[in-house]
């Protein structure tokens, strides 16, 4: 079975691999190849499907909880287990009650525990959260070493392909390209920045809870740090924001001031495509299989969904099918 796979981001990688997997002859085409224009390249990397059940559906959750494991089989030794925490100022400890109160699988921190966790956050925080079956991996690094691997498997990368090239089957996962050309696909921005510096150590992804502007920090290596969170209902791709770029600072100098010090080494604003109930659906046309509507969602329900789209085309479905993340 030869098999086109558009667009080489998570989606896109990941479902090639499930197809070489099967024992497919996989090509993958993008216009982009080095992954900078994917909005998979700006992503947090955070497989946390517990912290997410506070504003996402259920389905999440149970499409996400196998996720570290997934990636594990994927790609060996990239997945960091450390779990997440979850932390408010003294002002906001009603979001830590109401982000509790959505949620499972973690367990209260006092400010003892919180210093045993996070040594640099001693005395910071009087309460928090610990999701200790949460992960993390670093996308960038992971996107690399999904190529390499599946180059060294014969998978060819390509600009641009013509769809009727031979192909038996087609995989589309171009994204956000198809808003405007699949039905209610819509576009939410996420911002994002990097700091490096040395005087700040995490172990794990830390979420400041705070009533208009919640942020995350992912660690990375080398003293570099991933800070976003920000989510706006637009299509617009430009650079981030002022606005944006300023809350995101303060927020990580409240998480330790130490942050006030580090360098903006990079700072970025990407289009997750989703549709209304912002869940990803595997759908399926004739010969062509789409995954699409990955929202803020990309690492941790890709393999999932890529999975899912194996599925459909290897059961030889030739009518038109429709799977939602469920």
Not at 114 to 125: N, Q
Request: charged letters at 25%.
């Amino acid at each position: 079975m030869r098999v086109l796979v558009k667009g080489a981001g998570v989606a896109g990688l990941t479902v090639a691999h499930e197809l070489v997997r099967r024992r497919a002859e996989v090509t993958v085409s993008d216009r982009n190849l080095d992954f900078r224009h994917a909005a998979s390249w700006l992503a947090g990397g955070m497989l946390a499907p517990w912290c997410e059940r506070e504003s996402a559906e259920a389905a999440v959750l149970e499409r996400g909880r196998d996720s570290a494991d997934r990636w594990d089989a994927i790609l060996p030794g990239k997945v960091v287990r450390n779990g997440t925490l979850v932390v408010a100022a003294s002002r906001d400890q009603n979001e830590l009650k109401r982000f509790a109160g959505r949620t499972a699988g973690y367990r209260w921190l006092d400010e003892q525990d919180i210093a045993i966790l996070e040594p640099l956050l001693a005395g910071r925080y009087r309460h928090g959260l610990f999701f200790p079956q949460e992960a993390h991996l670093d996308p960038r690094e992971v996107m690399q070493s999904l190529k390499d691997g599946l180059l060294a498997k014969g998978v060819t990368f390509v600009g641009q392909v013509a769809e009727d090239d031979g192909f038996s089957e087609i995989v589309d996962c171009t994204g956000a390209a198809r808003i405007g050309e699949s039905p209610a696909l819509r576009g939410v921005r996420g911002e994002m920045l990097y700091l490096q510096t040395h005087e700040v150590t995490l172990s794990r992804p830390v979420r400041l809870l705070h009533p208009r502007v919640p942020i995350y920090i992912v660690p990375r290596d080398k003293g570099l740090f991933m800070v976003g969170a920000t989510m706006i209902e637009t299509d617009f791709k430009g650079p981030i924001a002022a606005r944006s770029l300023m809350e995101l600072l303060n927020a990580a100098y409240t998480v330790h001031p130490a942050f006030a010090d580090a360098t903006v080494v990079e700072t970025g604003a990407g289009i997750r495509p989703a549709f209304p109930d912002n869940l990803p659906r595997v759908t399926r046309e004739g010969k062509t299989t789409s995954i699409n509507g990955l929202f803020r969602h990309g690492f941790l329900l890709a393999p999932a969904m890529a999975a899912e789209a194996a599925d459909l085309i290897f059961s030889g479905q030739d009518s038109d099918r429709s799977r939602q993340c469920a």
